[in-house]
């Protein structure tokens, strides 16, 4: 089992910054990619971004493209979200996910563990 904890979600204005953290812990190995979706009230869940293992493969919704950046520490098995020029339309809870697929699969796959969610809320 693997569990996977967020945090960094809260308030922000428009055009500011935020840092999502997802620590895992359990029986993750290196074949794990990790990724964040987000779901919006009264929308579907979206995908943000994914990374494998290595940090070298990295993939991004259209709609965070040049705007949010997914790294991760593989010592720390966390995984970022680096959040620039945040515009309100990207107020959601904000998901970490993991599984054994490539980072290019994430968005499509059945992934198994997801943690609990962290709120981020943008300001006009």
């Known amino acids: 089992q693997v569990q996977l904890v967020e945090s960094g979600g809260g308030l922000v204005q428009a055009r500011g910054s935020l840092r999502l953290s997802c620590a895992a812990s359990g029986r993750i190995f290196s074949s794990y990619a990790m990724g964040w979706f987000r779901q919006a009230p009264g929308k579907e869940r979206e995908f943000v971004a994914s990374?494998?293992?290595?940090?070298?493969?990295?993939y991004y919704g259209d709609s965070v493209k040049g705007r949010f950046t997914i790294s991760r520490d593989n010592a720390k098995n966390t995984v970022y979200l680096q959040m620039n020029s945040l515009k309100p339309e990207d107020t959601a809870v904000y998901y970490c996910?993991?599984?054994?697929?490539?980072?290019?699969?994430?968005?499509?796959?059945?992934?198994?563990?997801w943690g609990q969610g962290t709120q981020v809320t943008v300001s006009s």
């Open positions: 996910a993991a599984d054994i697929v490539t980072a290019s699969d994430f968005p499509y796959s059945d992934l198994r563990y």
């Open positions: 990374s494998d293992w290595t940090g070298g493969a990295t």
